[in-house]
């Protein structure tokens, strides 16, 4: 099976614009996780997605966002952008949601500047 | 905030030594996951272990899990090269059904 795919890999974004990232999940995993990796917090949970429907929620403003398709893919939003948004922002699906056994996709390596 | 803690931050051995990581966690849990991370890229899990188990196996990798002492320990023996890398614990928190990371070890092995 091929793994956990996210688009784009890289992205220079400035401050105050919006950026979508993207997640294709590993075929039949129904739930997609976003975590946010940087050197100062470590690695933070944003949102758990599985069929459609955002089931937990991380410590993180209403500028992060997310939605998940009927294909199960998901995509990211973070609107108004700040410099303390540029991260490692990595993509996690499972067979089931909660805390089971994830697989992570390489990431998408934001910068704002 | 983290869940977990992991001890030490960094360490550094030569081929064919191992290695034991410690994680600490602060909530009750079901289960406790191994992550490792090669430098800037995605995670690839290595072990879970439930709330019940003790201890578990992998290869090269043995986990244990006090419950009591909410902690838990990954060795790797006789490390190679390629294990050079960040290895993390996560936990599902109890019922959140999150999961949460701990701060995570640097590991590097010399050859």
């Known amino acids: 099976k091929a793994g956990v795919t996210q688009t784009p890999r890289y992205l220079i974004k400035t401050r105050g614009q919006q950026v979508t990232l993207s997640c294709s999940p590993i075929?039949?995993?129904?739930?997609v996780s976003w975590y946010q990796q940087t050197p100062g917090q470590g690695l933070q949970f944003l949102f758990e997605y599985f069929s459609e429907t955002q089931r937990n929620k991380g410590n993180f403003p209403g500028r992060f966002s997310g939605r998940q398709f009927s294909n199960s893919r998901s995509e990211m939003n973070v609107s108004t952008l700040e410099l303390g948004d540029s991260a490692l922002y990595l993509c996690?699906?499972?067979?089931?949601?909660?805390?089971?056994?994830?697989?992570f996709g390489p990431g998408t390596r934001l910068l704002v500047l | 905030s983290q869940q977990g803690e992991e001890d030490p931050q960094a360490l550094s051995i030569q081929e064919g030594e191992n290695a034991t990581m410690n994680c600490s966690y602060k909530?009750?849990?079901?289960?406790l996951q191994w992550y490792r991370q090669n430098s800037g890229r995605g995670l690839v899990h290595l072990i879970l272990i439930r709330s019940n188990e003790r201890e578990k196996h992998s290869g090269r990798l043995r986990v244990t899990l006090d419950t009591s002492k909410k902690s838990s320990s990954l060795l790797i023996t006789a490390s190679r090269a390629a294990d050079t890398a960040s290895y993390f614990c996560?936990?599902?928190?109890?019922?959140?059904?999150?999961?949460?990371f701990g701060t995570g070890t640097r590991l590097q092995v010399f050859p």
């Open positions: 996560a936990t599902d928190a109890g019922n959140t059904d999150k999961l949460i």
């Open positions: 996690a699906s499972s067979i089931r949601q909660g805390g089971e056994t994830q697989y």
């Open positions: 909530t009750s849990i079901n289960n």
């Open positions: 075929s039949g995993h129904r739930s």
